[in-house]
């Protein structure tokens, strides 16, 4: 069974600019989450879809993030524009539901603002 | 906002000894899981513990659950080098949507 795929591994951008990181869950999990992981704390959610419907993003910063999960598969997570804090390691997972299922993580972007 | 608070926040053993890592947070929960995260395979499920659950084992894993005091523990026994690793508690907090917030970590160091 293939992983979580996500691209691109590594960003260098300069504040101000923008960015966009991509998520292909594993085939047939509804349930799809982004995180941001800064250096040395836990993963902090930024939001969930339930299939192409978005469940949580209230830790999302809507004046600079924004993601959409079309058709229910893919996601895209775009910055813009970047600050210096947005430094971070984003990680895509997804798992079959929500609850009491396990998430699956991707190998995570990891982003440096400059 | 994190839920758990993770102790200790750093720990080093030898090879074939035993680590205890302790987990707290604060609501009431459906479940609370265990991550290990390490440069070479990112964030990896270990076990998942239900509310209605005390112990749960899986392989050298050991995984506690107190409700009452709202913490959990996970032991993993005869330790490798291949488990230097952080390890993460996340709670699936009741009455949300399923999110799971991640605790600080502990960093584990297993030398050989």
């Known amino acids: 069974e293939a992983g979580v795929a996500q691209s691109p591994r590594y960003k260098i951008i300069e504040k101000r600019q923008s960015v966009a990181f991509w998520c292909n869950p594993i085939?047939?999990?509804?349930?799809l989450y982004w995180y941001q992981q800064i250096l040395g704390q836990g993963p902090k959610l930024l939001i969930q879809?339930?299939?192409?419907?978005?469940?949580?993003d209230s830790q999302l910063p809507k004046d600079r993030f924004s993601a959409e999960r079309l058709k229910g598969v893919d996601s895209t997570l775009k910055i813009q524009p970047a600050k210096l804090e947005d430094s971070a390691v984003y990680l895509c997972?997804?798992?079959?539901?929500?609850?009491?299922?396990?998430?699956?993580f991707g190998p995570g972007t990891r982003l440096t603002v400059t | 906002s994190q839920q758990g608070e993770e102790d200790p926040q750093a720990l080093s053993i030898q090879e074939g000894e035993n680590a205890t890592m302790n987990c707290s947070y604060k609501t009431s929960i459906n479940n609370l899981q265990w991550y290990r995260q390490n440069s070479g395979r990112g964030l990896v499920h270990l076990i998942l513990i239900r509310s209605n659950e005390r112990e749960k084992h899986s392989g050298r894993l050991r995984v506690t659950l107190d409700t009452s005091k709202k913490s959990s523990s996970l032991l993993i026994t005869a330790s490798r080098a291949a488990d230097t690793a952080s390890y993460f508690c996340a709670t699936d907090e009741t009455g949300n949507t399923g999110k799971l917030i991640f605790g600080q970590g502990t960093t584990l160091q297993v030398k050989p």
């Open positions: 997972a997804s798992s079959l539901g929500s609850g009491s299922y396990e998430q699956y």
């Open positions: 085939s047939g999990h509804a349930t």
């Open positions: 879809f339930q299939n192409n419907g978005v469940v949580d």
